[in-house]
C-alpha cells in the first residue's frame, strides 16, 4: 500500500515536473521567434520615401498656365487625387523630427510646397488646402515681402505676399515658412545662392551669411517667427552654400532636382538637398502623379 502511495505521488510530481519545463521551453521559444521578428519590424520603418511638389502661381485665367502657372482647379485635381490615393500631407518639420527620432510619418507622406510668396497661393490654395485638410510650405522672398506692403493695388497676377497676408497664411495653422532668401531671387551675375566665378570663398561667405540672417531677422521681426528650412532659389546649389545654410542653423533645405527623397532615421544628411517635382499645366494630374509619386 505504501510502495502505491509513493509510486502515485511520484508520478505526479513528475508530470507537474514536465509540465513547467513544457511551458518554459514554449515561452522561450516564442521570446526567441517575437526577437527575431522585431528586427525586422525596426528595419522596415527605419526609412521612408517622401515625395515633395512645387508649385509656384495659382490663377484661374487658362491662357496664363504653363511651367509656374496653374489653375485652381488643376490644384484641387491634385489634391483630391492625392487624398483618394492615401497621401498625407506633412510638414518639412516633420521630416525633421523623423530624421531626428522625434516624430513618426504616416505611411503614404507627401510635401506640398509653393515658391515665391505669390499673393494668388492665399487666395486660392488656401482655400483648396482647408477643404482637403492639407498642409503647405509657402517659400517666401524677403525682399518681396517688404516691396509688397508698399502695394496700393495688389494683384493676384503679379503681386507677392506682404507681411499681413503671410500672418494670415500661418495663422490659419495650414502654412509653414521657408527663407528663400532676402534677395537673391535673381539668375543675374550671381545666379540666386550660387558662388560667383570670381569670388573668393571668404567673400562669398560674408555676402551670403547677411543676405540670409537679413531674411531670418525680417521675419523674426515681422512674423515673429524664423524659419529653419532654407529653399535655394532657383534650385541652384553649391557647397560653399551648403556651409553656409549648416553655419546658420538650418536643418533641412529646399532645391529643384525631380528626384525622390530617401530619409533615414538617425541621418539627416538628405535634409539638406530635398528634391522636389515641379507642377506644369501641361500634364494632367494622372500623369503629373505618376512622375511625382514614384520611389
Do not use: W
Amino acid at each position: 500500500m505504501k510502495e502505491s502511495r509513493s509510486l502515485m505521488i511520484m508520478t505526479i510530481i513528475l508530470s507537474v515536473a514536465a509540465l513547467v519545463i513544457g511551458m518554459i521551453i514554449r515561452s522561450r521559444t516564442d521570446n526567441r521567434s517575437e526577437a527575431a521578428a522585431a528586427p525586422a519590424a525596426k528595419e522596415f520603418r527605419n526609412y521612408i520615401n517622401v515625395p515633395i511638389i512645387m508649385y509656384h502661381s495659382v490663377l484661374p485665367d487658362a491662357s496664363k498656365q504653363g511651367d509656374y502657372v496653374v489653375t485652381p482647379s488643376q490644384l484641387e485635381g491634385d489634391l483630391a487625387y492625392l487624398k483618394e490615393n492615401g497621401y498625407k500631407a506633412v510638414t518639412l518639420d516633420s521630416l525633421i523630427g523623423y530624421c531626428e527620432f522625434k516624430n513618426e510619418l504616416p505611411e503614404k507622406p507627401v510635401v506640398i510646397t509653393f515658391d515665391d510668396g505669390q499673393l494668388n497661393n492665399l487666395i486660392y490654395a488656401l482655400p483648396l488646402l482647408e477643404r482637403y485638410d492639407f498642409c503647405a510650405a509657402f517659400s517666401v522672398v524677403g525682399r518681396y515681402m517688404e516691396a509688397a506692403c508698399e502695394d496700393a493695388e495688389p494683384s493676384p497676377v503679379y503681386s507677392y505676399l506682404d507681411v499681413d497676408d503671410v500672418k494670415q497664411l500661418l495663422e490659419s495653422g495650414r502654412a509653414e515658412l521657408v527663407n528663400h532668401s532676402y534677395d537673391l531671387h535673381s539668375l543675374a551675375e550671381r545666379r540666386g545662392a550660387l558662388q560667383k566665378s570670381n569670388e573668393s570663398y571668404k567673400d562669398y561667405q560674408r555676402a551670403m551669411l547677411n543676405d540670409t540672417s537679413t531674411a531670418q531677422r525680417l521675419f523674426k521681426e515681422k512674423l515673429g517667427t524664423q524659419p529653419q528650412v532654407y529653399a535655394y532659389p532657383y534650385g541652384l546649389v553649391c557647397e560653399a552654400g551648403k556651409n553656409v545654410i549648416n553655419m546658420l542653423g538650418f536643418k533641412a533645405a529646399l532645391d529643384c532636382q525631380e528626384k525622390p527623397n530617401h530619409l533615414v532615421r538617425g541621418s539627416t544628411s538628405a535634409l539638406f538637398e530635398l528634391h522636389r517635382y515641379n507642377r506644369p499645366a501641361e500634364l494632367s494630374t494622372e500623369e503629373f502623379m505618376r512622375r511625382a509619386l514614384a520611389e
